[in-house]
């Protein structure tokens, strides 16, 4: 069980829901990375006004087979799920996304003022 509180924005949904048709195991790695989840980690994305990314390991995948994770995270326990893909499909997000993803963070800090 997590401490942390997980909100999924729908494009996380809709990339999530995608990348299940190619892996069966995707729920039982994202089970995984929820439990094991430490906002401590990731890289801050610049650009996105302070949202991370964090790789999530695959079963039986090596990096280039692996996940990446863009969330954002709030006060103590709030975490917000922005995108997922993996990474042998995209090497990194373009600008355009990168701005769609600050508007998002942005939206995030104005409901938590």
Same mark, same amino acid.
């Given at each position: 069980?997590?401490?942390y509180q997980f909100t999924f924005i729908d494009?996380? $949904?809709?990339?999530?829901?995608?990348?299940? $048709? %190619?892996?069966? *195991?995707?729920?039982? *790695?994202? #089970?995984?990375?929820?439990?094991?989840?430490?906002?401590?980690?990731? *890289?801050?994305? @610049?650009?996105? $006004?302070?949202?991370?990314?964090?790789?999530? %390991?695959?079963?039986? %995948?090596?990096? &280039?087979?692996?996940? %990446? @994770?863009?969330?954002?995270?709030? /006060?103590?326990?709030?975490?917000? /799920?922005?995108?997922?893909?993996?990474? &042998?499909? @995209? #090497?990194?997000?373009?600008?355009? #996304?990168?701005?769609?993803?600050? $508007? @998002?963070?942005?939206?995030?800090?104005e409901s938590y003022k």
């Amino acid at each position: 069980m997590s401490k942390y509180q997980f909100t999924f924005i729908d494009s996380f $949904k809709k990339e999530y829901k995608e990348l299940k $048709k %190619r892996n069966i *195991d995707l729920d039982n *790695d994202f #089970e995984n990375f929820i439990n094991e989840f430490d906002h401590l980690k990731g *890289d801050v994305v @610049i650009g996105t $006004k302070g949202a991370k990314k964090i790789r999530m %390991r695959g079963k039986n %995948r090596g990096k &280039s087979g692996a996940y %990446r @994770i863009y969330y954002y995270f709030v /006060l103590d326990d709030k975490v917000f /799920l922005l995108r997922m893909f993996k990474k &042998s499909d @995209i #090497e990194d997000v373009s600008f355009k #996304e990168l701005f769609e993803i600050s $508007k @998002i963070v942005n939206s995030i800090k104005e409901s938590y003022k």
